[in-house]
């Protein structure tokens, strides 16, 4: 997710589905190039794999911190529907990190996605999908928490360690410190 506004009192995240866009609009555009060419079916079924792409999976988020009012909103928005959720700030414990792992006759890829945790234990994906690219959804959840003022748990679900906190143990000295 892009930065679109940080404040003092706002901050406004959104990402856009460029992926999507473009492989419909491939599809669509090598779909029309088929038909042009006298190939009516085959260029019919690609031109509609494409214009269906863009429009069921096209999906832009923004999601706005408003302190001034004490809300999180969340906006997806897509070509056939608007869908929003509203809660408010303070309800906002953490943001975690959520990750798959995806398989196919090609291999394995890890997914990420960010979350917000909630105090009722509810966690809400910032996101509709999983996608690569880890380091920027690190970024993405430390701008959040640190806005929020609230823990970045990241992928463990746990706090790293800091300087102030005491160091761990190994078991066997955890054994003989009790």
């Known amino acids: 997710m892009k930065i679109i506004k940080r404040t003092p009192t706002k901050l406004m995240l ?18 029309l190039m088929m038909v042009s060419s006298g190939e ?3 260029g019919g079924g690609f031109a509609s794999i494409g214009l269906l792409a863009v429009v ?31 809660h408010p700030i303070e309800a906002i414990s953490g943001v975690h990190l959520e990750k798959t792992i995806s398989t196919n006759d090609n291999g394995t890829c890890t997914l990420y996605r960010v979350t917000l945790g909630l105090a009722s234990s509810k966690r809400i994906p910032l996101t509709s999908s999983y996608s690569t690219g880890l380091t920027s959804k690190q970024k993405t959840a430390e701008v959040i928490a640190t806005f929020l003022n609230v823990k970045n748990y990241g992928l463990e679900g746990i706090p790293k360690l800091t300087s102030t906190e005491l160091p761990s143990r190994t078991p066997e000295e955890e054994i003989l410190y009790w």
């Open 14 to 31: 959104r990402e856009l589905p460029w992926i999507v866009g473009l492989v419909g609009s491939s599809f669509v555009a090598s779909g």
């Open 40 to 42: 009516f079916i085959w």
């Open 56 to 86: 069921a999976g096209a999906e832009v988020v923004t999601c706005t911190f408003d302190k001034t009012i004490g809300r999180m909103t969340l906006k997806k928005q897509s070509l056939r529907k608007t869908k929003a959720i509203e």
